[in-house]
């Protein structure tokens, strides 16, 4: 499977945005390699095996909890483990 990171731009943070994202996400995460995991806080940081970006998936409560997926900057696991 080819890397499609680069099809996803910064997300932008309004309620249009988010719902677009919302659902595209399921497409976004399902190559992506899974680094880390916060139940508590509904939070994950993933990594694409082809690009090494790194993602981190976010809630919005707002629309029935539904799982959205953003670009983050590369960071240490026990960085994010630290502080989500």
Not at 38 to 63: D, F, S, V
Request: proline fraction near 7%.
């Amino acid at each position: 499977m080819n890397c499609t990171c680069s099809q996803y731009p910064a997300l932008e943070l309004d309620r249009r945005s988010i719902n677009k994202r919302i659902k595209v996400t399921p497409a976004i995460l399902k190559p992506l390699a899974l680094l880390a995991e916060n139940p508590a806080l509904r939070l994950k940081l993933l990594r694409c095996p082809h690009c090494a970006q790194h993602w981190q998936t976010g809630w919005e409560w707002n629309l029935g909890g539904s799982e959205y997926a953003y670009h983050v900057p590369e960071i240490a696991l026990a960085d994010w483990q630290r502080e989500q």
